[in-house]
């Protein structure tokens, strides 16, 4: 995981400019210029991307945005009443994921518009889609995703960008701009994931006990947190949960012990006002607060521990730089703990054993 957070800065690099080329590409029989809505089916990673650009799909593309998990999309959704209106972007990186596949072919039969987001042209969802983006990263290693999720939500914003310039809603110039920013993110990213990977493994040892790690974030950053809470389940069993800022003040910050470990995704943008008053009142309750935020704006939050995000970035590409810590921690974490990916879910699986149990004297020694 830790190599795959490094490959990062230089998939930007790489893939940005071939992937917007793949999107302008896509089939004219799509017209993305009568598009008035979009609905971003996934599951796992793949929904929590939907999440994270749905923001990016609204202002940079002007159309109404909804992610929708696949099942359901699958089982629950009502039909759209002027389908050659909508667009159905379907993200799976295998994509074999069955009920991503179901919903790509249910909308399309329906007469929707279905882009598929994957790396494998050959999938089930390539086959059910009108248009493929390819999102193939050479030299992937299996592991829980960390290119995979990057790559998919730097097809999902590039698509929003083509999309706002064939409805008009962006000029040339613009969208032009606005794809150079995304490939100028690569420096950023770079920097975050470095300081990510030394801050997280010191960060690691200090929460691996806790009962329940809670992610936070709202807008752009919802997805990033469920996103981030994710690997932290895959990689190490250590339950972790992702919540929206406001929803947490009304459910979440009532469950003890008040010290359990908080983290508060604060970009610059809509939310981050919102974000730095949850952040106090998570401090005021006695909660670890963890401030994932830009560099420079740190000193604002009453932070137990901060994990410092590099760059300038609109909010709409923020997800691209506030899920970098996730992997790293939740690296650190199953090291710390003894534990390899996904093992807890394996039938027979023997409960792992701490490298470090906590005991009393270690729980008064780091503050536990």
Same mark, same amino acid.
């Given at each position: ?14 893939? &940005? *400019? #071939? ?10 029989? =799509? +017209? !993305?210029? $009568?598009? /008035? ?83 494998? &042209? *050959? #999938? ?10 390819? =999102? +193939? !990263?050479? $030299?992937? /290693? ?103 800022? /406001? ?122």
């Amino acid at each position: 995981m830790l190599r795959q957070a490094g490959c990062l800065a230089d998939d930007i690099r790489d893939r &940005a *400019a #071939s992937v917007a080329e793949q999107v302008r590409a896509l089939p004219g029989a =799509l +017209d !993305l210029a $009568g598009v /008035e809505s979009v609905v971003i089916v996934g599951n796992g990673d793949s929904d929590h991307a939907a999440r994270a650009v749905e923001m990016a799909f609204r202002s940079l593309a002007g159309v109404d945005c909804r992610p929708v998990s696949a099942l359901p999309f699958t089982h629950y959704r009502k039909p759209a009443a002027s389908p050659a209106r909508v667009l159905t972007v379907a993200i799976s990186v295998s994509g074999g994921s069955p009920l991503v596949v179901k919903s790509a072919e249910q909308a399309r039969a329906e007469g929707e518009a279905v882009v598929a987001l994957t790396a494998n &042209a *050959a #999938s089930p969802l390539a086959r059910s889609a009108y248009g493929t983006v390819l =999102l +193939d !990263l050479p $030299g992937q /290693e299996p592991s829980p995703g960390v290119r995979t999720y990057q790559a998919s939500l730097l097809g999902a914003l590039l698509l929003a960008i083509a999309l706002g310039q064939a409805r008009g809603h962006l000029d040339r110039a613009a969208a032009e701009m606005l794809r150079e920013e995304l490939g100028a993110l690569a420096d950023a990213v770079e920097a975050t994931v470095e300081e990510s990977v030394r801050r997280t493994r010191q960060l690691a040892d200090r929460i691996a006990h806790a009962p329940v790690l809670t992610l936070l974030g709202s807008g752009p950053s919802h997805g990033s947190a469920l996103y981030g809470a994710a690997k932290q389940v895959e990689t190490a069993a250590v339950f972790a949960v992702g919540q929206d800022l /406001e929803e947490w003040c009304h459910v979440e910050r009532f469950a003890g012990p008040s010290d359990l470990p908080v983290f508060v995704l604060a970009p610059a943008g809509r939310s981050s006002g919102p974000a730095l008053r949850v952040a106090q009142r998570a401090a005021d309750l006695g909660r670890r607060l963890v401030a994932v935020a830009p560099a420079d704006r740190l000193d604002g939050f009453p932070a137990w521990a901060a994990l410092p995000v590099h760059g300038q970035v609109r909010e709409e590409f923020s997800p691209l730089l506030y899920h970098l810590f996730a992997a790293p921690l939740a690296c650190h974490l199953a090291q710390y703990l003894g534990r390899v990916p996904f093992a807890a879910g394996r039938p027979g699986h023997a409960p792992a054993v701490p490298v470090r149990p906590a005991t009393p004297a270690t729980v008064k020694e780091e503050g536990r």
